[in-house]
Nanobody, 124 residues
Framework: QVQVVESGGGSAQAGGSLRLSCAAS????????MAWFRQAPGKEREGVAA????????VYADSVKGRFTISEDNAKTTLYLQMNSLKPEDSAMYYC?????????????????WGQGTQVTVSS
């Protein structure tokens, strides 16, 4: 199984940027799904972005398209989320998730492995 650990959260002003990282260890095949989810207090967990490490186009939530970019390192063991033009509504706990599958929807129930989360707070 894979273990994932997030880092890089923090505080930013609206319009600013942050980059999150997710380090994967354990069994990390060349092709599997990795994704970012977020959950604000009192709200359901929502998918932000997902990527299939075997290739193909990433998937983004409409709310972050054009502002956030998901990427991975060449070793397929570190996932990134570059967040630009941040808005206060982006404030949430951000989670990294992984699944051994070749379709990567933004649905939390298909992901088996989760990190502890990293907090992002955006002030206006």
């Amino acid at each position: 199984q894979v273990q994932v650990v997030e880092s890089g959260g923090g505080s930013a002003q609206a319009g600013g940027s942050l980059r999150l990282s997710c380090a994967a260890s354990g069994y990390t095949p060349s092709s599997y799904c990795m994704a970012w989810f977020r959950q604000a207090p009192g709200k359901e967990r929502e998918g932000v972005a997902a990527i299939y490490t075997g290739g193909g186009s990433p998937v983004y939530a409409d709310s972050v398209k054009g502002r956030f970019t998901i990427s991975e390192d060449n070793a397929k063991t570190t996932l990134y989320l570059q967040m630009n033009s941040l808005k206060p509504e982006d404030s949430a706990m951000y989670y990294c998730a992984a699944a051994y599958r070749n379709a990567c929807p933004l649905r939390s129930w298909v992901y088996d492995y989760w990190g502890q989360g990293t907090q992002v707070t955006v002030s206006s």
